[in-house]
């Protein structure tokens, strides 16, 4: 759907004729802007605790299942090495 200029015109936002957020300064105030931003981290911070929580345990567990199957492609090569051997002596 083609918007004409003047329904554009319609959907614009004017900052300052918006009340200020959490009571606090107006929106073109820098010391606003870093308030929301900081509230809005911290309404977050759970949550990215969280996260970097599973994707730590995520990755010990990988590196635990990495480790186990090295130790095992590691001790089969070695295992077929010396089976190799003994049918080689054998022959």
């Known amino acids: 759907m083609k918007y004409s200029m003047g329904m554009e015109v319609n959907h614009l936002v004017v ?7 959490y009571g606090v300064g107006t929106y073109d105030t820098e010391f606003h802007g870093l308030l929301s931003w900081s509230m809005s ?6 949550h990215l605790r969280c996260a970097l929580w599973f994707f730590e345990m995520f990755y010990e567990v990988w590196v635990v299942i990495w480790d186990a199957i090295h130790a095992l492609h590691e001790s089969t090569l070695i295992g ?5 051997k003994v049918v080689m002596t054998n022959e």
């Open 80 to 84: 077929l090495c010396e089976f190799s």
């Open 15 to 21: 900052l300052e004729n918006r009340p200020p957020l």
């Open 41 to 46: 981290v911290n309404a977050y911070s759970h």
